[in-house]
């Protein structure tokens, strides 16, 4: 079992800046892909930013340009670098992770989420 929790959310003004990250803990294990995905209230989780095993990342259209994701194998983090915040970001914020126990198979975890508010 692997345990991810989300940290950084918080209160910003439109325009500012925010630094997600994301803590995965547990035994043996190998991060392979991450991603960030938010939930905004009435709407469906939707994806954000993913990163693959080799470190190809992909964005929603809405972030490009805005929202950078990256990971640290050796420190078992994902980020999420989020620039130039506009109320629309407003959601919780999920990372997920896709790990291996030295094997094929792969095992997906969540976290619990971080809320992202941004004012006006």
């Known amino acids: 079992q692997v345990q991810l929790v989300e940290s950084g959310g918080g209160l910003v003004q439109a325009g500012g800046s925010l630094r997600l990250s994301c803590a995965a803990s547990?035994?043996?294990?190998?991060?392979?892909?991450m991603g960030w995905y938010r939930q905004a209230p009435g709407k469906e989780r939707e994806v954000v930013a993913t990163?693959?095993?080799?470190?190809?990342?992909t964005y929603a259209d809405s972030v490009k340009g805005r929202f950078v994701i990256s990971k640290d194998n050796y420190k078992s983090m994902g980020y999420l670098q989020m620039s130039n915040l506009s109320p629309e970001d407003t959601a919780v914020y999920y990372c997920h992770a896709t790990v291996s126990y030295g094997g094929p198979k792969e095992h997906n975890f969540w976290g619990q989420g971080t809320q992202v508010t941004v004012s006006s």
């Open positions: 547990g035994r043996a294990f190998r991060i392979n892909a």
């Open positions: 990163i693959s095993t080799s470190g190809s990342t």
